[in-house]
């Protein structure tokens, strides 16, 4: 299949208008600001019978449903959903405040069959399902871009690459739990469905052109009934900067002083790194301290918040003094998948040569088809099927074992048998 999309990875497509230049002089003009709804900014919908009223408007309306919510990550402590924005031809714009109105199964049941439009929806559906709104079917304009090869996926960089309009991203970071939420942070939430729906049908007509929509129909299919991740078993272990401990009982007290935190964040509804920054947990971790002003000389310690914790913080650290050696944590993980691959080539060589086979000839498939070779296939998929191949490793058991990983139809039929190839190849 002929890559169509060249434009999108750098090198310009003839038949692209939008890859064309006059040369390097020449810049391009700078994309329209959008700074108003069409419609004007809708209230936001902060009762029951105003909820009826939007419910029976999107009923009415016709078309795909853009969707969009947002969250106060870095704020809060947990990932709910503290804004929902919607919008459909013939209904307009709503935005809704989930927090007043935290039932939306009635808009759910009201949307039925409808399709929803969601941009990196991977990042929204869980809150969206703790409201009670459950797509059941969807376009995800991020992942859409992927599969078709654009190397700069966020919504803003979507926009101005395919619909010629900027939309303004300063608010992207806000603490949108706050109330009431200010006038300029609800135009920039309304205006990121605006546009939605117009990207979506582009990109649905280039996917079509690509011969990709069959492949990205698999991939929504997959995001809605994706099981959600399990927990991760030692989730204190992805403490920024955990490398710099050296010994067993350093990292417990990572581990312990990790857990109070995530308590006292939890109990409080703020955000880990704002009662404590990682930083301050790896010092402790590595100085011990054994009393109050040798940890509050430890400066994140002598903040407010983090200040009025300290007999928790030394607690923590004292249980790690004094507790035995086989109740400290080991020094890796335990895991179920293969070591690290910087390991490889010392502990098997062999399965090292297999994974560089397989990852260049990910790559050159990936070339061809004009994505991502991680869209192609999942890495952590990757390293499995390199580090402990089937038996057989030919191309009817290698789709097995990618099946197993979630593989796609599309993914398996495309890379099945050129793996068992670089498989063979390796193999020598």
Request: aromatic share 4%; hydrophobic share 40%; net charge negative.
């Amino acid at each position: 299949m002929a890559n169509v999309l060249n434009s999108k990875t750098g090198t310009p497509d003839p038949e692209d208008p939008r890859g064309q230049g006059n040369g390097p002089e020449e810049a391009e003009p700078e994309a329209p600001l959008l700074r108003e709804p069409r419609e004007g900014l809708p209230p936001v919908v902060a009762d029951s019978a105003h909820l009826a009223r939007v419910v029976d408007s999107f009923a009415a309306g016709t078309g795909p449903v853009a969707v969009d919510a947002e969250r106060a990550s870095g704020y809060r402590y947990g990932q709910r959903a503290y804004l929902v924005q919607l919008r459909r031809a013939e209904a307009g714009s709503a935005l809704i405040d989930p927090v007043a109105c935290p039932d939306l199964s009635g808009l759910d049941a009201a949307l039925s069959g409808a399709e929803m439009v969601l941009h990196a929806a991977h990042q929204d559906l869980p809150c969206l399902n703790e409201v009670g709104l459950r797509p059941a079917r969807l376009f995800d304009t991020e992942l859409a871009a992927r599969l078709l090869g654009y190397q700069r996926v966020g919504l803003g960089s979507m926009v101005e690459r395919v619909l010629g309009l900027r939309l303004a991203k300063e608010h992207s970071a806000v603490d949108w739990s706050v109330r009431p939420l200010p006038e300029n942070w609800l135009t920039y939430a309304a205006l990121d469905v605006e546009v939605l729906i117009d990207l979506r049908d582009a990109l649905h007509a280039e996917l079509e052109r690509a011969g990709k929509l069959e492949w990205a129909r698999e991939e929504f299919a997959w995001e809605l009934q994706a099981p959600p991740k399990e927990p991760r078993p030692d989730p204190w272990r992805r403490t920024s900067g955990i490398h710099r401990v050296r010994n067993q009982r350093g990292l417990g007290v990572v581990r312990e002083l990790w857990n109070e935190r995530d308590r006292i964040a939890r109990e409080r509804d703020i955000s880990p790194g704002r009662v404590l920054p990682d930083s301050a947990i790896v010092e402790a971790a590595t100085a011990m301290p054994a009393t109050a002003p040798e940890l509050t000389a430890i400066k994140p310690f002598s903040v407010r918040l983090a200040r009025r914790y300290v007999p928790n913080w030394l607690k923590a650290v004292n249980r790690v003094r004094g507790m035995p050696a086989e109740e400290l944590p080991q020094p890796s993980a335990p895991g179920d998948g293969p070591p690290a691959t910087n390991r490889w080539a010392d502990r098997d060589p062999a399965a090292a040569r297999r994974l560089e086979a397989v990852r260049t000839e990910l790559a050159s498939i990936a070339e061809g088809i004009g994505m991502p070779a991680e869209n192609l296939l999942q890495p952590d998929t990757v390293r499995r099927l390199a580090w402990s191949p089937p038996e057989s490793a030919d191309a009817s058991s290698i789709a097995e074992q990618l099946r197993r990983h979630h593989a796609r139809n599309w993914q398996v039929e495309l890379s099945a048998e050129r793996l068992a190839e670089a498989l063979k190849r390796a193999a020598g």
